[in-house]
Structure formats: structure tokens, C-alpha cells
């Protein structure tokens, strides 16, 4: 049984961590307009920790959008199309993706290493801004992780 809700966890990563995330978001919101209204006190912090978590969960989003097959792609094409050619501009989109995210993790490495070695933190909370940055390079790395399992399936579907 135990294995079974690690299996599902894993297959459902993004969407269990985005909905801690959304719900951490909208708590910080919620706190922050109850001490705007009854103390006349803004939390402003909350603010950073809410954008920081828009990122993750935009990265989080991207990857279970690959996940289930419903990211962007030429669907105006693929539906006048034969199946062979539409397997193909399948394929040369979810080729197209991982060329996009691959670039994207390997340059946002660089900025994230950048950012721990001159140790940049955060304005509000003083913090190290590489734990903000992180997202992207981890979220690329999980949406190219999607983008391979997705092209797994096509081959296994087939033409």
C-alpha cells in the first residue's frame, strides 16, 4: 500500500506541490489583507514569498502541462494533417521544447551560480536569492523530464 502512494506522488509531483504552493500563496495574501484592515499593518514580506512561489508554480504548471500532453503546440496543424505527418510535427515540437528548456536550465545555472558566489539575498527578507532563482533551473529540468516521458509515449503509440 505504501508503495502505491509513492507511485502516485511521483505521478502527480506537480500537481500536489502546486496546490501547497497556491494554498501557501493564498494564505500569505489572505493574512496580509487581515492586518491591512484590522491593525493598519502591512506584512510586506509576503509579497516576496508570494512572487518567489508564482515562479515555482509556473515551473510546476509547465511540467504537468508536457505531463498530460495539453502544452502548446500546432494543434491548427495536427488536425488537418495525416497521422504520419502529425507524429512528426509532434515529435518536432516536443523536440523544439526540450531544445528551449535545455537552454534554459543550462543558463539559469550560470545565474544561479552567480548569485551564490557574489551571495545575493532578497531586499524584504534577507535571504539568499538563489533559493528563488532555483526554480528555474529545477523546473526545467522536471518539464524536460515530462518532454522525454511525452516522447516515449508518441513512439509507443506510433504512427
Known sequence: MKKNKITWFVSNFEEVTGAILLLLMASLAFLNVLTRYFI???LAFT???EVASMVWLTMLGTAAAFKRGSHLKFV???S???EKT???LSLFSLVLGF???S???FLSYYHLRDLIELNVTTEALDIPESIYVMAVPLGSILINIR???LIRKLFREGV
Open 147 to 149: 518532454i522525454i516521458q
Open 86 to 88: 502529425r507524429f512528426i
Open 103 to 105: 537552454a534554459i536550465a
Open 80 to 82: 488537418r494533417v495525416n
Open 99 to 101: 531544445i528551449l528548456f
Open 76 to 78: 491548427f496543424l495536427e
Open 47 to 49: 509579497e516576496e514569498l
Open 40 to 42: 493598519k499593518y502591512s
